[in-house]
C-alpha cells in the first residue's frame, strides 16, 4: 500500500504514462496511417498520369493506323474508348471482393 507522501510522486509518474501511452498510440498511429495515406495517394496519381498518357497513345495509335479521313479518325476515337471502357470493366471484375462475413457485403456497402 502507498503512502500519502508518495501519492504526488506517484501522479507525476501516472500521468507521464499516460502521456507516453497516449503518444504511442495515438499519435505514432497517426503518423504511419498518414504516411500510408500519402503514398498511396502518390501512387494513385503517378497510375492515374500513366493511364492518361498510355491512352492517348493508343488511341492516336489507333487513329494513325487508320486511313486519312474525318470518319476514320472519329471511328479510331470510337474504337479506343470501347477499348478503354473494355478495360476498365475487365479490371473492375478482377478487383477485390468483400469478405463473405463482412454484414456490408450483402446490402451493398451500407451498414
Do not use: H
Not at 507522501?5 to 501516472?14: C, G, K, N, R
Not at 495515406?37 to 495509335?61: D, E, K, P, T
Amino acid at each position: 500500500m502507498a503512502k500519502l507522501q508518495d501519492l504526488p510522486v506517484l501522479i507525476v509518474e501516472f500521468r507521464d504514462l499516460a502521456k507516453e501511452y497516449l503518444l504511442q498510440e495515438t499519435v505514432g498511429q497517426a503518423k504511419k496511417l498518414g504516411r500510408f495515406a500519402g503514398f498511396s495517394l502518390g501512387a494513385a496519381a503517378l497510375w492515374s498520369a500513366a493511364m492518361i498518357l498510355i491512352g492517348v497513345a493508343v488511341m492516336r495509335g489507333v487513329v494513325d493506323a487508320l486511313p486519312n479521313s474525318p470518319y476514320w479518325e472519329a471511328l479510331g476515337y470510337v474504337i479506343a474508348f470501347a477499348v478503354f471502357v473494355a478495360i476498365a470493366a475487365i479490371l473492375v471484375k478482377a478487383g477485390p471482393r468483400p469478405e463473405p462475413d463482412d454484414p456490408t457485403a450483402r446490402t451493398g456497402g451500407r451498414p
